[in-house]
Nanobody, 120 residues
Framework: QVQLVESGGGLVQAGGSLRLSCAAS????????MGWYRQAPGKQRELVAT???????NYADSVKGRFTISRDNAKNTVYLQMNSLKPEDTAVYIC??????????????WGQGTQVTVSS
């Protein structure tokens, strides 16, 4: 079992910055990748960014050049640095972990989510 605890959400003005954190605990040794998703009211959940245990990253086109995902393996924590924020970035941001067992079975775990609101 993996538990994910997010922090860092809040209210910021357009053009501002915010950093989200997600700390993982439990069966952390088999975690392959971690990432961030977001969901706005009335919209489908979408991938924001991911980072693998080896440091490989992937970003949604809408956040490239503005957001940076990073991972501290010693602290079992993933971060999302968000710069040049826009009102359309407003959403609940949800942390995700991908776990791979020795038999090849894969599981996804989700945090509770943290609200990010960007005012114009």
């Amino acid at each position: 079992q993996v538990q994910l605890v997010e922090s860092g959400g809040g209210l910021v003005q357009a053009g501002g910055s915010l950093r989200l954190s997600c700390a993982a605990s439990g069966s952390i040794f088999s975690i392959y990748a971690m990432g961030w998703y977001r969901q706005a009211p009335g919209k489908q959940r979408e991938l924001v960014a991911t980072v693998s245990s080896g440091g490989s990253t992937n970003y949604a086109d809408s956040v490239k050049g503005r957001f940076t995902i990073s991972r501290d393996n010693a602290k079992n924590t993933v971060y999302l640095q968000m710069n040049s924020l826009k009102p359309e970035d407003t959403a609940v941001y949800i942390c995700n972990a991908d776990r791979i067992l020795t038999d090849g079975t894969r599981y996804n775990y989700w945090g509770q989510g943290t609200q990010v609101t960007v005012s114009s």
